[in-house]
Nanobody, 118 residues
C-alpha cells in the first residue's frame, strides 16, 4: 500500500522558516517525480516545487529564492524548506509523486497546514 505522509507544518510569523517532510512508503521514490503543491484558503491547488533530478528542480515564481525542494540520495523522504515565509504562503501543503514512465500513476498525501500570521 502506497502512503505519503506530510509533516512539519504549523503556525509561524512572517519572515520565519519551516521545513516540511514527506515520507513515502510502498514505492521506490527514485522511480517518481516528486512535487509539493499547496491549496490556499478558497483557492485552487497549485504547484509549488518539483524535483525531477538534482539539477532539474522547478519552482513557482512566488516562491523562487525562498523555498528549496530536496531529496536525499538514500531514503524515501522529500523535503520542502521554506524561508522568509509570507502570509500569502498560508495553505495546506500536499506531497505528490508521479511515476517517471507511467505518468498516470500518481499519489497524493493528505496534506499539512502551514499558517503564516502575526
Amino acid at each position: 500500500q502506497v502512503q505519503l505522509v506530510e509533516s512539519g507544518g504549523g503556525l509561524v510569523q512572517p519572515g520565519e522558516s519551516l521545513k516540511l517532510s514527506c515520507a513515502a512508503s510502498g514505492i521506490v521514490l527514485s522511480e517518481y517525480i516528486v512535487a509539493w503543491y499547496r491549496e490556499p484558503p478558497g483557492n485552487q491547488r497549485e504547484l509549488v516545487a518539483e524535483y525531477i533530478t538534482y539539477d532539474e528542480r522547478n519552482y513557482a515564481d512566488s516562491v523562487k529564492g525562498r523555498f528549496t525542494i530536496s531529496k536525499p540520495l538514500a531514503g524515501n523522504t522529500v523535503y520542502l524548506e521554506m524561508n522568509h515565509l509570507k502570509p500569502e504562503d498560508t495553505a495546506v501543503y500536499f506531497c505528490n509523486v508521479a511515476h517517471r514512465e507511467l505518468a498516470a500513476i500518481k499519489y497524493w498525501g493528505r496534506g499539512t497546514q502551514v499558517t503564516v500570521s502575526s
